[in-house]
């Protein structure tokens, strides 16, 4: 009985160590935005970056079990990326909303191999309160769904100026005016 016992702390301990492995299987760099300073909101901007993939590990990236999630704030979102393996593209995307998740499959290939995804996104800067904005947000998700160890990645956010918001229909101002009252005066 002491060794059933035994043998299965030893397993769970096992289970324990192989779900807390490594962390991210990318870094980010090259990183371009068609702004400088502050940007207001409904300007149309456009950021682009190269998440580059680890060559030296077994594989560039754990694609049976991890997914890259690429999100931006931005509204009405407009997405390009292009897998390059050894300075080869080798397929190109595009995508309009918030979130592009791939699929680790896609971007698994084996060691020694030179592998990067050329990201751009553009869109409109929205009305924001504190004054920043996340335009590009690179994150890595193991098979749970979790963030993969240090797998966030924010490009620097945009300082968006606040006080040149737009204006809405809402938000215009009419005048009030008040027709004059008929008086009723007899012939």
Do not use: K
């Amino acid at each position: 009985m002491r060794l059933i016992l035994c043998a299965g702390m030893i397993l769970f301990c096992v289970a324990i160590t192989t779900i807390s492995v490594s962390g991210a299987s990318f870094t980010v760099d090259q990183i371009v935005t068609d702004e400088s300073g502050n940007v207001s909101p409904g300007d149309v901007v456009r950021v682009s970056a190269r998440v580059s993939f680890d060559p030296s590990g077994e594989v560039t990236f754990p694609g049976g079990s991890d997914r890259l999630e690429l999100s931006t704030a931005l509204t009405n979102p407009e997405w390009q990326y292009t897998l390059t393996v050894d300075n080869h593209p080798v397929q190109t995307f595009s995508q309009e909303n918030g979130v592009v998740f791939i699929n680790g499959y896609y971007l698994e290939y084996a060691q020694g191999r030179s592998e990067y995804l050329s990201v751009e996104v553009s869109g409109v800067v929205p009305v924001v309160p504190d004054g920043t904005i996340d335009a590009l947000t690179i994150t890595q998700y193991d098979e749970f769904g979790n963030v993969r160890g240090d797998g966030t990645s924010t490009v620097p956010p945009l300082l968006v100026d606040t006080r040149n918001e737009p204006t809405t229909p809402e938000e215009t101002s009419v005048p009030e005016t008040t027709a004059p009252l008929p008086t009723a005066t007899p012939p």
